[in-house]
């Protein structure tokens, strides 16, 4: 069991915007804006598209963005587009006895 | 450009160890954090430790501690992760991952992996 908790499954239209969540606690995302998203697609190595809750690294797209309230964070995708649809992973910074905690994932799927 | 390159696929009996290495090329080795993660085939993503490519300090999750242990070599630029009494749970993709900058990060700010390697499937089996 992961110890951020994010739904299974999520999907939208292309065009549309979709929001993924990830619950965790004030010793994790609540506790700190240390956040990550990671997209992943089958087969291959994860991407990192959010850090610290909010940036965006070089290269990623402004349709992605990230955002936290309380001990919830969220990743918007705008503007859907088919190659979207991928594996979604947050990641929270959890102190220095835990270090990192990882989300179980959510599947994008582009209708 | 930034690259890490893994080693080749394991397969081992149950009670043996494997090592897995992680390549680095493309900016100053010794600068930033390295990180180990695993995924387990269908599962999500599990932080295994984090090695400061300049002392060779490593600090493992607790869950992997006595069982773990990650090295480096700074004249080829290399990550070893190496585990030991391997269980059948442990078959899985090992991941190597860069972190932040030595010198500019703190604290939750050196956990965000810009850079991974491609993976190493490690499969124990009988």
């Known amino acids: 069991q992961s110890a951020l908790t994010q739904p299974p499954s999520a999907s939208g239209s292309p065009g549309q915007s979709v929001t993924i969540s990830c619950s965790g606690t004030?010793?994790?995302?609540?506790?700190?804006?240390?956040v990550s998203w990671y997209q992943q697609y089958p087969g291959k190595a994860p991407k990192l598209m959010i850090y610290?809750?909010?940036k965006r690294p070089s290269g990623v797209p402004d349709r992605f963005s990230g955002s936290k309230s309380g001990n919830t964070a969220s990743l918007t995708v705008s503007g859907l587009q088919a190659e979207d649809e991928a594996d979604y992973y947050c990641s929270s910074y959890a102190g220095s006895n835990t270090y990192v905690v990882f989300g179980g994932g959510t599947k994008l799927t582009v209708l | 450009q930034v690259q890490l390159v893994q080693s080749g696929a394991e397969v081992k009996k149950p009670g043996a160890s494997v090592k897995v290495s992680c390549g680095a090329s493309?900016?100053?080795?010794?600068?930033?954090?390295m990180f180990w993660v695993r995924q387990a085939p269908g599962q999500g993503l599990e932080w295994m430790g984090i090695?400061?490519?300049?002392?060779?300090?490593?600090v493992y999750a607790q869950r992997f501690q006595g069982r773990v242990t990650m090295t480096r070599d700074t004249s080829t630029s290399t990550l070893y992760m190496d585990l030991s009494s391997l269980r059948s749970d442990d078959t899985a993709v090992y991941y190597c991952?860069?972190?932040?900058?030595?010198?500019?990060?703190?604290?939750?700010?050196?956990?965000?992996?810009?850079?991974w390697g491609q993976g190493t499937l490690v499969t124990v089996s009988s």
């Open positions: 610290e809750v909010t």
């Open positions: 493309g900016y100053t080795f010794t600068t930033y954090y």
């Open positions: 004030s010793s994790d995302v609540g506790g700190y804006n240390y």
């Open positions: 090695i400061n490519p300049s002392s060779g300090n490593a």
């Open positions: 991952a860069r972190g932040g900058n030595l010198g500019y990060c703190s604290g939750g700010s050196c956990y965000a992996f810009d850079y």
